[in-house]
């Protein structure tokens, strides 16, 4: 309750990040985690100094909870699906927590904490901690659009399902009468959208793989894939 008169009510940092966890990533504000603990925003730039601040300090207490596993027996590609699908599954049951990830990653010691564990596990799988940081931070961020785009769809969803649906109809038509479409489209799997995700990720890895496999230079990939797109 807020406090009315006498000495203005106090806040610790527990209860900041305990209030921010409570409204979740996406209703994440000063505003809205002060109101809560009934009191002023002033009180609680005491502990934060900014919105950034506040998003960084609830961000990383949740990403704090992620234990990565890694099986020995996943050759590389399996590996690094598996670490991929895992922090989907993460973002996915922490609303919000992807688009935090996707301005910046790692932004604080909770995010660093997961990359020194992904490196640690591509150095044991023959890659240089230069090469691996490059590898881990790639999979990341691509895993991390993956699931903002995702979240973004649920939200929409959420918002005006019947909107949506009628959306997702007036793109069907518009592909079933295009002259050099519609066969081709018709023809194509409905695949569900998690094994879409699955199967795109998995595309995805194996050309980082094979652009950087263990042993290769970064310079030497970066060279490469620069020289790719020359003229472009």
């Known amino acids: 309750m807020p406090n009315i008169g006498?000495?203005?009510?106090?806040?610790?940092?527990?209860?900041?990040?305990?209030?921010?966890?409570?409204?979740?990533?996406?209703?994440?504000?000063?505003?809205?985690?002060?109101?809560?603990?009934?009191?002023?925003?002033?009180?609680?730039?005491?502990?934060?100094?900014?919105?950034?601040g506040l998003e960084r300090l609830v961000g990383e207490s949740i990403l704090a909870e992620l234990r990565l596993r890694d099986d020995p027996r996943h050759d590389l590609e399996r590996h690094l699906l598996s670490f991929a699908l895992q922090m989907r599954a993460f973002m996915l049951e922490h609303p919000g927590l992807a688009g935090y990830l996707q301005l910046l990653f790692p932004r604080g010691d909770g995010g660093q904490?997961?990359?020194?564990?992904?490196?640690?596990?591509?150095?044991?799988?023959?890659?240089?901690?230069?090469?691996?940081?490059?590898?881990?931070?790639?999979v990341a961020s691509m895993t991390i659009a993956m699931t903002a785009s995702e979240e973004n769809s649920a939200a929409a969803e959420e918002a005006d399902g019947d909107g949506l649906d009628r959306e997702r109809e007036a793109v069907r038509d518009r592909l079933s009468r295009d002259d050099r479409l519609a066969e081709p489209s018709a023809a194509l799997p409905q695949v569900p959208r998690p094994e879409y995700v699955r199967l795109l990720?998995?595309?995805?890895?194996?050309?980082?793989?094979?652009?950087?496999?263990?042993?290769?230079?970064?310079?030497?990939?970066?060279?490469?894939?620069?020289?790719?797109?020359?003229?472009l």
């Not at 305990?18 to 809205?32: H, N």
């Not at 997961?114 to 901690?129: H, Q």
């Open 6 to 52: 006498g000495r203005p009510a106090m806040v610790a940092v527990d209860d900041i990040v305990r209030a921010g966890r409570e409204l979740g990533m996406r209703g994440l504000s000063v505003k809205a985690v002060a109101v809560r603990l009934g009191v002023t925003a002033t009180a609680l730039y005491r502990h934060v100094e900014s919105r950034w």
């Open 113 to 138: 904490r997961l990359l020194n564990i992904e490196v640690d596990a591509l150095v044991r799988r023959g890659y240089e901690p230069g090469a691996a940081i490059v590898l881990s931070g790639a």
């Open 201 to 231: 990720l998995t595309a995805s890895i194996r050309g980082l793989v094979g652009s950087c496999p263990p042993g290769r230079p970064v310079a030497e990939m970066v060279a490469d894939l620069a020289a790719t797109g020359e003229g």
